[in-house]
């Protein structure tokens, strides 16, 4: 009965694999465009820009609002009546880099607002211009700061990306239950996604507590 | 004091905070490489006029002038206009305020090439012969958390120094520091001194503006209450509130 089970299981490593590819890629070119976005709007809000700071406040607190599975069904059903269709995988990455792009403004301006004021001071009484404050003194430091959280959030939308399988994403979760259709297996299947999922979030919440304390080296007294 | 030998001066420079008025219309002129010496009690507008020099703060009303160069506050300063006062005068914090995140050595070689153009190169040079004046050289490459307090300000004031400031403004360089840190600190200060820079000190150590200083201002309430030659001040107070000050400050 066992070694049925692993059998079973060698026979789906391969389209679950597959899946899993696709949870990566989705996951990371979400997180591309949406940590770009997020530093813009993080930056727009320290700089206090009053041009940008009303509709980026709206963009962060829709984005954060909304549960990332209404996100996904409002991109890809709700664009295309206004005239913007996207392909799922398109729709599955606009929807994750909004999600990504509100969250992350906000752990990036956490960041940026706790680099302490003594040194913006220190680099204006010095007569460094605003950019090459904020260039070399206040995004290292600050990104610096807010990159475990984001890394912790990086591994949170990996997992949140199971829930393109809504739009028949062929990701991970999708594969797992177009085989355990098939099957009927649902348990096992699903119970091998899991380890899949979970062979990649635990060593990489390993890593980010490694590299978090590699971080905080020189800035500890 | 003429004022065609005064390097820097203020007039009727006043700064309000919500209604309450932190500096009240002081006017002050300091001579080249002069050494001035500022007191007073807690909150008594000290450090609001130190940072309205450089424009840290910008004054409500008054004028700062700074080596023949006028900078009326009332209006809006131009950021070239800050840039250049802030090249000529450096300022030193009571929290060092290094950046942690680079070497000692980019402390102090970033602002140059930043703010003055200069190659790396040439900023390293600069910022060596400076470490090595204030007794850092071997800290060159040492992040500022793996130095101790004195260290880092003196590292702070090789950074200032390394602008080419005509005028240095301290704001209690030493009142974070153990006693015997402070000294070094204070060491490199006097040092400065004799080198004809001029400096405008506010400092709760009264050896040093006894010893250093060719003035000695105590404020109260925002306003210069007196000034004149340390020792006299220290001596023969003309007010009660500068004799209760200094009778409290010498206690400690
Ligand atoms: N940014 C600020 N906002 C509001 N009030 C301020 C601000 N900075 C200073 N003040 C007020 O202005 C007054 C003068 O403050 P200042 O820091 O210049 O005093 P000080 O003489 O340097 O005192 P200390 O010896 O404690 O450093 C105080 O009443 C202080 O509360
Ligand atoms: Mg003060």
Known sequence: ?221 | MNQAESILSLRDVEKTFAGHCAVDGVSLDVARGEVVAVIGPSGSGKSTMLRCINLLEVPDRGTITVDGTDLDTSGTVSARDLTQLRRRVGMVFQSFNLFPHMTVLRNISLPQERVLGRSRDEADRRSMELLERVGLQQKADAYPAKCSGGQQQRVAIARALALDPEIMLFDEPTSALDPELGLEVLAVMRQLADTGMTMIVVTHEIHFAATVADRLIVMADGRILEQGPPQQVLDDPQHARTRTFLSAIKDR
């Open chain 1, 1 to 221: 009965m066992k070694s049925a089970i692993f059998s079973d299981w060698a026979e789906w490593l391969p389209r679950l694999l597959d899946g899993l590819w696709v949870s990566v890629q989705v996951t990371g070119l979400s997180l591309i465009i949406g940590l770009a976005a997020g530093l813009l709007l993080a930056l727009a809000a320290f700089a206090r820009t009053r041009l940008l700071t009303w509709p980026a406040i709206l963009l962060v607190e829709i984005g954060r609002g909304m549960p990332a599975l209404v996100m996904l069904q409002l991109v890809y059903f709700g664009l295309p009546s206004v005239g913007l269709t996207l392909e799922t995988y398109a729709a599955v990455v606009l929807a994750l880099s909004l999600t990504t792009a509100a969250y992350t403004s906000e752990i990036i301006r956490a960041g940026l607002r706790a680099v302490p004021d003594g040194e913006l001071e220190a680099a204006d009484a010095l007569g460094m211009s605003r950019g090459d404050v904020m260039r070399f003194v206040v995004i290292p430091q600050g990104l610096r700061i807010a990159l475990p959280t984001l890394l912790g959030f990086a591994i949170l939308i990996f997992q949140i990306s199971s829930l393109a399988f809504s739009l028949g994403l062929p990701e991970l979760l999708s594969q797992a239950y177009s085989i355990g259709a098939a099957t009927f297996r649902y348990l096992d299947v699903l119970t091998l996604a899991g380890l899949l999922y979970l062979a990649v979030t635990i060593p990489a919440g390993w890593l980010v507590a490694r590299f978090e304390r590699r971080l905080s080296r020189h800035l500890t007294t």
